[in-house]
Structure formats: C-alpha cells, structure tokens
T-cell receptor, first 115, second 113 residues
C-alpha cells in the first residue's frame, strides 16, 4: 500500500523568507503523480502543484516549487518570498497512474508565517 | 462564483439519527468524491463517482451511502450516525482526465453526540 509521510507537523517562516516542507512516500509503482494541497484557515482546500513521476523537471507554480527526488522517494515543497497568505496546512498527496485511482494524503504540515 | 457547494456547514446529530450532506458543482465535472478529515490523519476517501449513475467505495465507506443521479449533485448519506463519524467532511470534484480532486467545497463539520 502506498503511504505518504510528512514528518514536520508544524513549521514557521519569516515573511519574505523561503521555507521548505518535506514529504516522503512509499510505493512500488514507477508511474504516479504527486501533489501539494494548501488548506487555509477558511478550510477550503486548494491544489497548489502537481508533479508527474515520469517528468524529471521539477514543477513550479509562481512562488511554489518542488524538489522531486524519485530514487529517494522525496517530494518537498519550497515556498519563496513567503507571504502572510501562505499560512495554512499543507498536505502532500500521491496517486497511482492510470484511470481513477484514489489519492493518498499525508497528515499535513501547519505553516505559520511570522510578520 | 462557480465551484463546489456543500451544505450544511455545521451539524450536530444524535447517535442513530440519519442525515444527508449535500454537494453540488456547476463546472460539469465528471469526477466527484467525498473525504473525511480527522485530526492527525489527513484526508481519507469515503466514496467517489466517475460520472452520473456510477459510484464506488473509497477506503472508509462503512456507514455511508452515496448516489449520483445527475452530473451536478453527489449527496452523502449517513444511515445511522455514530460518534466515530464525528469529523469534517469535504466534497471535491475534478474534470475528466485529471482524477485527483481539483476543487473542494468549504466542508461540513459534523458532530455526533
């Protein structure tokens, strides 16, 4: 079974600084997708970034980028120039490739942004 | 704004009562799903649907029923509420070809006494 582990329950970052959230996963598959979701205090979850395992290039979305290390099964999220609006729970997630496959979520990292 | 609409936002039930959580989306998404979020456990899939008339179980389906009579609506029914079903429930949708949830509702905080 696939598992997703986020070992940092909470992190903090100064406004305008850079922070990296860690995620590791376990799978025997070679093709899959990885995601980072953001859940602000308002509760509505947002898909932040998506990475396809067969692509070596790391995905980026504006100030959000990932460091995807397939061999190490590591998928970290880097937030550059942190803003107060980045304060949220961040969930790492995994999905197998092909057809409708369920998404497995990690337990989340709560990010605090300090003004 | 277009998106996923969940009702109600809060609900308190007594053990044994039944209720339906409503979910509607106006983006013509084929895929819809229900998750529950419990402290320290991330989101877990309850049921999902890949189109009208087609539903399937997720990883924690016991005690819940779903139906999908239209593309827009995907209600979740609690048959006989139990305290273990106290949780925050999220409905999500995505378009054909991108199976992971893209749009989430605001959630329903459900307490079972």
């Amino acid at each position: 079974a696939q598992t997703v582990t986020q070992s940092q329950p909470e992190m903090s970052v100064q406004e305008a600084e850079t922070v990296t959230l860690s995620c590791t996963y376990d799978t025997s598959e070679s093709d899959y997708y990885l995601f980072w979701y953001k859940q602000p205090p308002s509760r509505q979850m947002i898909l932040v970034i998506r990475q396809e395992a067969y692509k070596q290039q790391n995905a980026t979305e504006n100030r959000f980028s990932v460091n995807f290390q397939k061999a190490a099964k590591s998928f970290s999220l880097k937030i550059s120039d942190s803003q107060l609006g980045d304060a949220a729970m961040y969930f790492c997630a995994y999905r197998r490739y092909g057809g409708y496959q369920k998404v497995t979520f990690g337990t989340g990292t709560k990010l605090q942004v300090i003004p | 704004n277009a998106g996923v609409t969940q009702t109600p936002k809060f609900q308190v039930l007594k053990t044994g009562q039944s209720m339906t959580l409503q979910c509607a989306q106006d983006m013509n998404h084929e895929y819809m799903s229900w998750y529950r979020q419990d402290p320290g456990m991330g989101l877990r899939l309850i049921h999902y649907s890949v189109g009208a008339g087609i539903t399937d179980q997720g990883e924690v389906p016991n005690g819940y029923n779903v139906s999908r009579s239209t593309t827009e609506d995907f209600p979740l029914r609690l048959l006989s509420a139990a305290p273990s079903q106290t949780s925050v429930y999220f409905c999500a949708s995505s378009y054909s070809g991108q199976f992971e949830p893209q749009h989430f509702g605001d959630g329903t905080r459900l307490s079972i006494l």
